[in-house]
């Protein structure tokens, strides 16, 4: 078996097994039990089929690496043919405490886009007629704003809240279309610690990080770190680092 995938909406992962695919929740207070082992290229899925390949790259080989061009786009578009005909939205994301991002998406998605970021705060500040205009429009912001923030910088602030005065003076400088505020009920108390584990008791998942309580102590990993692993599914005996509280 092998991690070959995962949704930050389902949210879930997707296991592989002799060609068939199958869909692993992660709902608040779901059992995994999974150990994992060697990682390779996670193959290609098509249809709730999977195709394994064995190159050693992971999460996935040159073959079957996927760009979104789209990610790129600056306003020339890099498509033979433009195809973003749908109004788009121009938006602000808050990870906490002070960590703040500009982004675009279609209109229609725009919670969707940034529950899957793993945004504490969202507010939608321009909607335009299509990607291309957005995607002029964030570029010249993100002289000032960053359109990119790494995981490791969102896991940093799974524990803590959004800096509301900071939060507040960045919106003051837009007018604000509509705002969001979300809670994936963590609950936590404490960063939790850094780790590639498949075995405990699921909190909750933000964004791309899982996060999971096992042997007393709270992890936080993120979901790209586990695809392409062989996994047997029962519990991990691997030594992790445990949190201070661990001890407690």
Request: hydrophobic share 35%; glycine share 8%.
């Amino acid at each position: 078996m092998q991690f070959v995938g995962y949704d930050t909406a389902g949210p879930g992962l997707f296991l592989a097994s002799d060609g068939d695919v199958e869909h692993v929740t992660l709902d608040p207070g779901t059992e995994l039990t999974y150990t994992l082992g060697e990682r390779h290229c996670a193959g290609v899925m098509t249809d709730d089929e999977h195709c394994a390949c064995e190159n050693d790259a992971a999460p996935y080989c040159r073959d079957h690496r996927s760009t979104w061009v789209c990610a790129k786009c600056t306003g020339t578009c890099l498509k033979d043919v433009m195809d973003c005909h749908d109004s788009h939205a121009i938006y602000l994301a808050a990870f906490a405490p002070d960590v703040f991002k500009v982004g675009v998406t279609k209109e229609w998605r725009l919670e969707t886009r940034l529950r899957e970021q793993g945004a504490d705060r969202g507010a939608h500040i321009r909607t335009v007629a299509n990607g291309r205009i957005a995607r002029e429009i964030e570029a010249g912001l993100a002289d000032e704003i960053p359109d990119r923030i790494r995981v490791p910088t969102k896991r940093d602030g799974l524990h803590r809240k959004v800096d509301e005065a900071a939060w507040e003076s960045l919106l003051s400088e837009f007018d604000v279309l509509d705002r969001f505020d979300f809670d994936y009920g963590l609950e936590l108390d404490a960063r939790p610690v850094d780790e590639v584990i498949a075995t405990g008791t699921v909190r909750g998942v933000q964004g791309r990080l899982l996060v999971l309580d096992h042997a007393g102590s709270t992890y936080a990993v993120d979901l790209r770190d586990l695809v392409g692993h062989e996994v047997t599914a029962e519990a991990t005996t691997r030594d992790v680092q445990s949190s201070l509280g661990a001890w407690g």
